[in-house]
């Protein structure tokens, strides 16, 4: 499955394959996977960008200070349950392409205080489409049949799978927390869109990422850090939870391709072939960390002796894994990642990228257990 560096630019230089050079409004693009699929886009191609975010905890420009002076990249504040603000940002930048990544998008929180997840993931879902019906159905047939509305997906809508099997695109919603049932309910939104309506649409659903810019409340960029600080690194229940990890600039030349390239109406599963338990994925990341940051901090000898079992997190899906044949077959994308070369990168990038993350924790945010029911 593994492809050369080579193989990947060219995954996304083929996805011009829509002849020109084109406008993409990206919802949530200050965010972890929003500001890679910037970064990819104006790196390896000519097409313009609306970033629309709010600027939640969650959305932080300084992972675009790469591209924020480009002349292809433009930046506005809103938030997308604004009816009026939405309306106007579209109608503004004119965008071939919406890809609307905004969400909140971590299921502890989502225990804690549910209302922000129905309200920016369903209510705010609801009114982008509106907004974007609207813009869709004023244009010429050619500019109407070139449009896509591109909405940004996880794999936990599906719930939680037994010992074998993998989702496919024909499993069956049945979500566990709040958190994938917002986002359930967002999917059949924009599939409803597409079958009433009539506005043309693709939906992804995806693993979990990890990679550089993550905020540092989701697992892999939490124990790095609290590693490195020498804080103990907290594992749910048994550890025995098996995510499928992808590598987050494979995420986002999947989901260029799909965005530019995918079939009108269709869902596409993406995922990275790296099932691993998340005990395992915490004592990879401590055996790194030995090597690369082998000054340990006072007290302890090797990393892994900060691992601290705590209690589970209410309604824990027990396994994910996703079947992407299907984005493979038709679209050619595979990810260039494995979880070795992926999780190296990443914990080297965030030993040399201090200065990002000390900015985010100096925020509101410090690291403490959420997500155990007892409210925020
Ligand atoms: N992280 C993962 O592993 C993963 C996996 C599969 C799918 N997804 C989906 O991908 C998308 C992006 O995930 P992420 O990890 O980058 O999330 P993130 O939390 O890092 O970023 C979300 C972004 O959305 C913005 N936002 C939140 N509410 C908003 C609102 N009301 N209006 C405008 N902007 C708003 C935030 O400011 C932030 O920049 C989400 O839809 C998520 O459900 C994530």
New binding site residues.
């Given amino acids: 499955m593994l492809r050369t560096v080579r193989d990947c630019r060219r995954n996304v230089v083929n996805s011009r394959s829509m002849g020109q050079d084109m406008k993409f409004l990206i919802?949530?693009?200050?965010?972890?996977?929003?500001s890679a699929v910037i970064r990819c886009l104006i790196a390896d191609m000519n097409h313009d960008i609306l970033n629309?975010?709010?600027?939640?905890y969650?959305?932080?420009l300084e992972s675009l200070t790469a591209v924020a002076d480009s002349a292809q990249y433009a930046f506005a504040q809103?938030?997308?349950?604004d009816p009026e603000a939405m309306r106007r940002q579209i109608a503004g930048f004119q965008p071939d392409v919406i890809m609307?990544?905004?969400?909140?998008?971590?299921v502890d929180r989502s225990i804690d205080g549910p209302l922000p997840f129905i309200?920016?993931?369903i209510v705010?879902t609801y009114t982008l489409l509106e907004a974007a019906r609207t813009f869709w159905s004023s244009l010429p047939d050619a500019a109407q049949s070139r449009f896509r509305f591109h909405h940004?997906?996880?794999?936990e809508v599906y719930g939680s799978l037994g010992a074998t099997g993998s989702f496919t695109e024909d499993t069956a919603y049945d979500p566990s927390s709040p958190y994938s049932a917002s986002?359930a309910s967002s999917d059949h939104l924009v599939r409803s869109w597409h079958r009433t309506f009539g506005l043309p649409v693709v939906i992804t659903?995806?693993?979990?990422?990890?990679g550089p810019y993550?905020?540092p409340e989701?697992l892999i960029p939490l124990m790095i850090l609290n590693a490195i600080e020498g804080k103990p690194l907290p594992v749910y229940g048994k550890g025995d939870q098996i995510r499928d990890w992808l590598y987050v600039e494979d995420?986002a030349r999947a989901l260029i391709a799909v965005a530019t390239k995918g079939k009108v109406g269709h869902t596409y599963n993406i995922g990275g072939h790296n099932e691993r338990k998340n005990i395992d994925v915490v004592q990879t990341i401590c055996r790194i960390l030995d090597a690369f940051a082998p000054d340990h901090p006072p007290g302890v000898d090797r990393y892994e002796s900060l691992i601290t079992y705590v209690n589970d997190r209410p309604g824990h899906d027990r396994r994910y894994a996703i079947d992407a044949s299907k984005i493979e077959h038709e679209l050619g994308w595979t990810p260039c990642e494995t979880f070795e070369s992926g999780i190296r990168k990443t914990v080297e990038w965030y030993l040399g990228n201090r200065p990002w993350w000390s900015r985010v924790l100096d925020g509101t945010y410090r690291r403490e257990r959420l997500g155990l029911g007892t409210g925020v």
């Fill in positions: 919802t949530g693009g200050a965010g972890f996977i929003g629309v975010d709010k600027l939640t969650a959305g932080n809103a938030d997308i349950c609307h990544l905004a969400a909140e998008s971590h309200q920016t993931n705010g940004i997906s996880t794999d986002k659903n995806c693993s979990n990422n990890y993550q905020f989701k995420h």
